[in-house]
C-alpha cells in the first residue's frame, strides 16, 4: 500500500511540466470543496431551523397539557395532582390553567387574543423562559394582563394602561350580556413569532376564576418536564394512568403543521444541494481520466517492470481518495467558519415575522459533518472507479512501442 500512496501522490501533486493537471486537479478539488460545503451548510441551516423551531414552541407552550374530552372545563384536583408527579418519571412541574378566547378593548381598538391564565409562580417556571420583556414585567397580583407585543401594538396600548375584557358567549342580548372586566397592563412580551404575539395575553388564575364565575375550574394541567427527549415517554405514560375523559397531547401534537412543514422542506432542498456534491464526483472521474491519458508512458511502464492491474487500480482509487479527503475536509471547515461568523455577526438577516428569527441559523453538529464526509467519500470513490480501471488495462506493448 506505501508504494500505491506514494505512486497516487506524485501523480497529483508532481506534473513533470504539464500545466493541465495542475488546474484541472484544482477544479476537481474546487468542486469537491463547494459540493460539500453547500451540503454541510445546508443541512446545517434545515437543523438550525429546527432546533430554533423547537426551542421557540416549548418555550410559549408546555411540554405536555392534560385536558378533558367533553367538558371544556373540570375541578382542579390537587391530590390528582401530586399522585401524577410523584409516579410518574421525568416531570419538573405540573400546573394547572384556564384558557378562553376573549377580546380585548381599548378606546375605539379591540383585538381577539386567547388568554391564558395561572399561578404567577407556575407561569415564570413554565412560559416565561421564551418572553423576551419588551415593556414592563409579570405580575399577576391583582387584576392585571401580560400582553403579546402584536396585540399591544394594534390597540397602542404600553405598561399601565387599562384595557377592557370582553367575553361573548353566543348572540349577545339583554338576557344574555357580555361580560366585561377591566385589568391592567402590567407587562409587554414578544416570543420571535408574530402571529403568537398578535394572538396570546397572560394572567392570574385567579382572574380567569372570577372572570368566567367558575370558582376551583380549570381547562387542564401544563406539564414541564426535565427535558424534550422524554415527551414521548412521559406522554405515553400520562395515557396509560389519566382516567377519562382526560388526555394528554404533546408540544409537537400541538404544533404539527409547523413541524411537518419542516420536515417537508428537508427532501428536495437535500436532493437539490446533493446534485452539487455529484457534479463534483463527474469532475473527479474527468480528472483522473485526463491523469490516465497524460500518464499513460509512466502506467505503462510500471507494469513492464511488473506491477500488476490490481496495484494499478489501486493507485488510482487513492487518487481519487485524496482528492475527496482533502476537498471534503476543506469544505466542512468553510462551512464551519460560516457557521460561526453567521451565529455571531449575522451575516444573513432574515424577517423575524415570516421565520421566527431575525437571522439565518446554522447548526452544524458531528453527525452532519460525518454524513457530508462519509457521502462525499463515497462518491468520489464511485467516479475513481472507471478511470481506476480504465489505467490498469493500459497495455505496456501498445504505448511503448515506438519509444
Known sequence: ????????????????GNR??????????????????????????????????????????????ISSLHDPYFTHDSSFVYNLFST???IRRIAPYFDEEIIVRYQNRSEGILLECMDESDFRHIL???????????????????????????????????????????????????KIIPVTVTGIFSTGISDYDKSLGYAGLHLGEMFLSRPNKITGYQILLEDTKYTE?????????????????????????????????????????GLIALVAAVNIISTLIMIVLVKEKEIAVLKSMGMPPRRIKKMFLIDGLLISTVASVIGVLFSLFIEWGQMTYGWFAISSDVYFI?????????????????????????????????????????ILRYE
Request: hydrophobic share 50%.
Open 88 to 90: 410518574t418519571p421525568h
Open 233 to 273: 415517554n412521559v406522554n405515553q405514560a400520562l395515557s396509560e394512568k389519566l382516567p377519562y375523559p382526560l388526555y394528554s397531547m404533546t408540544w409537537k401534537e400541538r404544533h404539527y403543521t409547523l413541524f411537518r412543514w419542516l420536515e417537508t422542506q428537508k427532501l428536495p432542498i437535500f436532493l437539490i444541494f
Open 20 to 65: 493541465f493537471i495542475p488546474f484541472i486537479r484544482a477544479l476537481a478539488i474546487i468542486g469537491m470543496i463547494i459540493g460539500t460545503a453547500a451540503l454541510a451548510i445546508t443541512a446545517g441551516i434545515l437543523n438550525g431551523f429546527e432546533e430554533n423551531l423547537v426551542d421557540k414552541v416549548t418555550g410559549f407552550d408546555a411540554h405536555i397539557r
Open 358 to 398: 431575525n437571522r439565518v441559523p446554522i447548526s452544524i453538529n458531528p453527525l452532519i459533518v460525518l454524513f457530508v464526509i462519509a457521502m462525499a467519500i463515497f462518491l468520489s470513490l464511485l467516479a475513481s472507479v472507471y478511470p481506476a480501471a480504465k489505467a490498469s488495462a493500459v497495455k505496456p506493448v501498445d
Open 1 to 16: 500500500m506505501k508504494l500505491e500512496l506514494y505512486l497516487a501522490y506524485r501523480s497529483l501533486a508532481r506534473s513533470r
Open 128 to 178: 416565561m423562559p421564551s418572553k423576551m420583556p419588551s415593556a414592563g414585567t409579570v405580575d399577576f397580583s391583582g387584576n392585571s394582563i401580560y400582553l403579546g407585543k402584536g396585540v399591544a401594538d394594534v390597540l397602542n396600548v404600553s405598561t399601565g394602561s387599562m384595557v377592557d375584557l370582553l367575553l361573548i358567549k353566543g348572540m349577545p342580548s339583554p338576557l344574555n350580556p357580555p
